[in-house]
């Protein structure tokens, strides 16, 4: 394989897709693996960008980390220039979470001094300032991420969120590329460059390219450093990639991914070398709908879809857990409808809590189990489409569909891309994570997916 400019891993398997979008959107032909390839299959089809989907945002954390550094191992032998460790930028974690130790794995192993915590996306209303994160202006800990069923989050200050995770300390950027200590006993402020504000990329650029050296300055003293630059508009992440891009690993959000694609597709339009394919998102066949995330915005998009005339089949689930609604007996209930069905398990937080009573575990295998027997029993079918909403959901149904990778197409709405599998291209997968998409994002994903024969060509 020749080389290529970024190597991403992902925590989950939506957010890798929705990575994927941002660097295809940045100019960046990308092929997103759901798990390191194996031997024989590391084809990346000539892509310019690999993301590789891991499951790993919950789990264990030695797992966490040895499973995440196998894949960035093997991006680095595969010909990465840049590695990105990709997390949800609402900084989905535990308070002993996963993104500390895998980042803290990979700076040791590389020798890299610092880093950037940058999990900002503002297409979505995710922004950082003062290395605090905010959704769509509320701070994160009173956003609706304080009910997450997996994650809740406690807090919005990163640092906070970082302290039982790593071992080395974080430091806030602002604009102007002044850096202020937030946890070990790091200097409270430390001014570095003339104030930049908002006046323009280039001056953001200029004065977050300043902190470099102030930034190398304490990562000597401490080891290893975190730096949580100011992140509040689409400039200033562009800002950040450029003052950035020459460092060997960097961890964010798909707004960053982005960012840096964008850099990277500027420097092979100067020097001749940028190739873009056209791409085709429609196929011809049926489609299955399937919403397993409860966040609020899932909620109004299955309500949108149901009130607007679709077909639904609500989970249920004790009955699930008592065997009493399985794969089967919903496929029969969808199968010769004659319409597009939408199966849904998505319900109210106080529902949540009440079905987490039978074990929280037990019930979210038991749905995702229910999920992807459905998705099996659709693509055996011959049904061709297959859109998912929910991280957890749309995970389960990608390891039992058993596509190696995907290359990746135009979006349905930011971070929700449309996926062809590189060894089944008559099929079309949409996942998103759960608050992605407006409310009518089902049907947009129908029409986007909508084709004749030659788009399979």
Same mark, same amino acid.
């Given at each position: 394989?020749?080389?290529?400019?970024?190597?991403?891993?992902?925590?989950?398997?939506?957010?890798?897709?929705?990575?994927?979008?941002?660097?295809?959107?940045?100019?960046?032909?990308?092929?997103?693996?759901?798990?390191?390839?194996?031997?024989?299959?590391?084809?990346?089809?000539?892509?310019?960008?690999?993301?590789?989907?891991?499951?790993?945002?919950?789990?264990?954390?030695?797992?966490?980390?040895?499973?995440?550094?196998?894949?960035?191992?093997?991006?680095?032998?595969?010909?990465?220039?840049?590695?990105?460790?990709?997390?949800?930028?609402?900084?989905?974690?535990?308070?002993?979470?996963?993104?500390?130790?895998?980042?803290?794995?990979?700076?040791?192993?590389?020798?890299?001094?610092?880093?950037? *915590? +940058? $999990?900002?996306?503002?297409? %979505? #209303?995710?922004?950082?300032?003062? &290395? @605090?994160?905010?959704?769509?202006?509320?701070? =994160?800990?009173?956003?609706?991420?304080?009910?997450?069923?997996?994650?809740?989050?406690?807090?919005?200050?990163?640092?906070?969120?970082?302290?039982?995770?790593?071992?080395?300390?974080?430091?806030?950027?602002?604009?102007?590329?002044?850096?202020?200590?937030?946890?070990?006993?790091?200097?409270?402020?430390?001014? *570095? +460059? $003339?104030?930049?504000?908002? %006046? #323009?990329?280039?001056?953001?650029? &200029? @004065?977050?390219?300043?902190?470099?050296?102030? =930034?190398?300055?304490?990562?000597?003293?401490?080891?290893?450093?975190?730096?949580?630059?100011?992140?509040?508009?689409?400039?200033?992440?562009?800002?950040?990639?450029?003052?950035?891009?020459?460092?060997?690993?960097?961890?964010?959000?798909?707004?960053?991914?982005?960012?840096?694609?964008?850099?990277?597709?500027?420097?092979?339009?100067?020097?001749?070398?940028?190739?873009?394919?056209?791409?085709?998102?429609?196929?011809?066949?049926?489609?299955?709908?399937?919403?397993?995330?409860?966040?609020?915005?899932?909620?109004?998009?299955?309500?949108?879809?149901?009130?607007?005339?679709?077909?639904?089949?609500?989970?249920?689930?004790?009955?699930?857990?008592?065997?009493?609604?399985?794969?089967?007996?919903?496929?029969?209930?969808?199968?010769?409808?004659?319409?597009?069905?939408?199966?849904?398990?998505?319900?109210?937080?106080?529902?949540?809590?009440?079905?987490?009573?039978?074990?929280?575990?037990?019930?979210?295998?038991?749905?995702?189990?229910?999920?992807?027997?459905?998705?099996?029993?659709?693509?055996?079918?011959?049904?061709?489409?297959?859109?998912?909403?929910?991280?957890?959901?749309?995970?389960?149904?990608?390891?039992?569909?058993?596509?190696?990778?995907?290359?990746?197409?135009?979006?349905?709405?930011?971070?929700?891309?449309?996926?062809?599998?590189?060894?089944?291209?008559?099929?079309?997968?949409?996942?998103?994570?759960?608050?992605?998409?407006?409310?009518?994002?089902?049907?947009?994903?129908?029409?986007?997916?909508?084709?004749?024969?030659?788009?399979?060509?």
């Amino acid at each position: 394989m020749s080389g290529f400019e970024l190597g991403v891993v992902a925590d989950d398997f939506t957010g890798a897709s929705d990575a994927a979008s941002f660097m295809v959107q940045g100019g960046l032909e990308t092929v997103l693996f759901n798990g390191v390839p194996e031997a024989g299959r590391e084809n990346i089809h000539g892509a310019r960008a690999v993301v590789i989907a891991l499951k790993t945002r919950t789990m264990e954390r030695e797992q966490a980390v040895e499973e995440s550094m196998e894949a960035f191992r093997w991006l680095r032998k595969a010909g990465a220039r840049c590695l990105y460790f990709k997390y949800c930028s609402t900084f989905d974690s535990t308070p002993e979470g996963n993104i500390g130790p895998v980042a803290d794995a990979v700076m040791e192993e590389l020798g890299i001094p610092y880093t950037l *915590l +940058c $999990p900002s996306l503002p297409v %979505n #209303g995710r922004t950082v300032r003062d &290395g @605090a994160l905010y959704v769509n202006g509320l701070p =994160l800990h009173e956003s609706h991420m304080r009910n997450h069923p997996l994650t809740p989050m406690w807090d919005c200050r990163i640092s906070e969120l970082m302290r039982g995770q790593s071992r080395y300390p974080c430091v806030a950027v602002d604009e102007n590329g002044r850096i202020a200590g937030l946890t070990r006993g790091v200097p409270e402020t430390n001014a *570095l +460059c $003339p104030a930049a504000g908002k %006046n #323009g990329i280039d001056a953001q650029s &200029g @004065a977050f390219a300043g902190a470099n050296a102030k =930034l190398e300055e304490l990562a000597a003293r401490w080891g290893h450093l975190y730096a949580v630059p100011d992140y509040e508009t689409d400039g200033q992440g562009q800002g950040i990639a450029r003052a950035f891009s020459h460092l060997p690993f960097l961890t964010g959000g798909s707004g960053l991914a982005g960012a840096l694609s964008r850099v990277f597709t500027d420097e092979e339009e100067k020097n001749g070398s940028l190739i873009k394919e056209p791409r085709r998102d429609g196929t011809p066949g049926r489609a299955i709908l399937m919403a397993g995330s409860c966040s609020a915005m899932t909620r109004r998009q299955v309500q949108a879809y149901l009130a607007d005339g679709g077909f639904g089949v609500r989970l249920v689930p004790e009955e699930i857990v008592a065997g009493a609604q399985s794969a089967e007996t919903v496929w029969e209930q969808i199968r010769d409808a004659g319409r597009t069905p939408l199966v849904y398990s998505s319900a109210a937080p106080e529902d949540v809590l009440k079905s987490q009573q039978m074990g929280r575990e037990r019930v979210a295998q038991a749905i995702e189990g229910l999920f992807a027997g459905l998705a099996v029993r659709a693509v055996e079918a011959g049904w061709t489409r297959v859109i998912s909403a929910g991280g957890e959901t749309s995970g389960a149904v990608t390891r039992a569909l058993g596509c190696v990778g995907y290359r990746i197409g135009d979006s349905v709405a930011p971070g929700v891309p449309v996926m062809t599998p590189l060894d089944r291209p008559e099929l079309r997968l949409i996942l998103k994570s759960g608050n992605f998409g407006a409310e009518d994002f089902f049907e947009r994903a129908l029409r986007l997916t909508e084709g004749g024969e030659r788009d399979n060509g």
